[in-house]
């Protein structure tokens, strides 16, 4: 097949010192790559930071079988004192395996800076060792927390979204379902980059990117039997949100999707479904790219682009741009 790479990304593509889509079948790569300050610590880097936003760490109640979910807090310095905060709930990406609420530090840091809101990043519990719905658990239970603390921690409860990458964009739209389900927080706004929505395979895209960069039809196959179990007859919506028959009454949203990832054609799909059940959706699918090209490449021009066009749908959604 032949891809049509963006050049800065494939110039990228072509230091890589390893296969990120090679990793989910080898346990010591799975262990070693959730802690992103060691990896970065190896590669003689640190944290990216950003003198606009203050950045602390919490524990917050879990669901009843965790006893506590640890947040990374982003706030911005900017904006009134005593203004109630728009806020934005966020899940790292990593194939419900890898990764920690470090993992998208300069997205978090340029969210809460630019779009004006308080970003609080969610260190759920990981596949294979606590499968779902372990995960998403931990993940409305942040929802509830913060729902529940709006006052003591200056936020606007009508004005709280959920966003994610990957993995965690079938978190926030799982989340977005189960706050509606469950009559709980009512979300402003989703945030869904290159989503993991559902566990099928069935889509032209997945089955025809079987030899894309950072991420294949296998390895999206290993994801969903490390999170989900090998053997499954049942699949509940929450894990694969596209698996849903009812979209409709959920918050608007925002879902983005690249040309040469296995996950695009889902992605689109589950757009055009909120739309078709009433929910105010864009979609926009990046040409060049592959899956998780703005963590790879966040220097080069699509990045920056793609990074540009979050922070304003992000704000816009939240009325933040002048907070």
Request: proline residues 7%; aromatic residues 6%.
């Amino acid at each position: 097949m032949n891809l049509r790479i963006d050049p800065e990304l494939a110039a990228v593509l072509a230091e890589l010192p390893m296969d990120p889509a090679g990793n989910l079948g080898d346990e010591n790569m799975i262990q070693l790559m959730r802690s992103t300050p060691e990896i970065l610590a190896m590669l003689g880097t640190d944290l990216p930071t950003d003198d606009r936003v203050t950045v602390k760490n919490a524990e917050v109640p879990g669901p009843p079988e965790a006893s506590s979910v640890p947040v990374r807090i982003y706030t911005p310095k900017a904006g009134a004192k005593n203004k109630k905060k728009p806020a934005l709930l966020y899940f790292h990406g990593g194939a419900f395996v890898i990764g920690d609420m470090y993992l998208e530090e300069q997205r978090c840091l340029r969210l809460a800076a630019d779009a004006g809101c308080v970003v609080f990043s969610v260190d759920y519990r990981l596949a294979p060792e606590n499968p779902f719905p372990a995960g998403v658990e931990d993940c409305y239970g942040a929802l509830a927390w913060l729902g529940s603390q709006v006052k003591e921690l200056g936020i606007d409860i009508d004005r709280i979204a959920v966003g994610g990458a990957s993995a965690g964009g079938a978190l926030s739209a799982a989340v977005a379902q189960m706050a509606r389900d469950r009559s709980g927080v009512q979300l402003a706004f989703q945030l869904l980059i290159y989503p993991v929505i559902d566990d099928r395979m069935e889509t032209p895209s997945m089955k025809a990117f079987s030899t894309t960069p950072v991420w294949t039809s296998g390895s999206n196959a290993q994801m969903w039997d490390h999170y989900l179990g090998v053997k499954r007859d049942y699949v509940s919506n929450y894990a694969a949100p596209g698996r849903s028959n009812d979209l409709a009454d959920l918050p608007p949203a925002y879902i983005m999707t690249a040309e040469l990832d296995p996950l695009r054609d889902e992605g689109i799909s589950y757009g055009q479904r909120l739309m078709q059940a009433g929910v105010a959706a864009e979609l926009h699918c990046f040409a060049g790219a592959c899956h998780g090209f703005d963590l790879i490449a966040p220097n080069i021009e699509l990045s920056r682009r793609a990074l540009d066009e979050q922070v304003l749908a992000l704000a816009r959604a939240l009325g933040s741009s002048g907070d």
